[in-house]
C-alpha cells in the first residue's frame, strides 16, 4: 500500500541505524511488527489469573510433547 506521511527525518534514522534496516521502508516495517509484537504481548500478560485451565503444567507439556514429536 502507497502512504505519503511526514516522519521526522531524525528519528526514522535512528530506527533505520538501531534496526539494522537498509531502508526507510523497512525500517517502518520493522518498527510497526515490534509494536504489534508488545501490544498482543501486554494483551496476553493481562490475562494472568483469568483464565482458568483445567491441568498442571507438566500435564501440559506431555500434551505439548505429543502434539510436537521434535521436542
Known amino acids: 500500500m ?16 538501531l534496526s539494522g534496516a ?8 520493522i518498527a510497526l511488527e515490534e509494536f504489534v509484537r508488545r501490544e498482543r504481548s501486554k494483551k496476553l500478560v493481562a490475562l494472568e489469573g483469568k483464565v482458568e485451565l483445567s491441568f498442571s503444567l507438566p500435564e501440559f507439556l506431555k500434551r505439548r510433547k505429543g502434539d510436537v514429536p521434535h521436542r
Open 2 to 17: 502507497r502512504t505519503t506521511l511526514t516522519i521526522n527525518e531524525e528519528l526514522l534514522e535512528e530506527a533505520k541505524t
Open 22 to 29: 537498509k531502508t526507510k521502508k523497512e525500517a517502518i516495517e
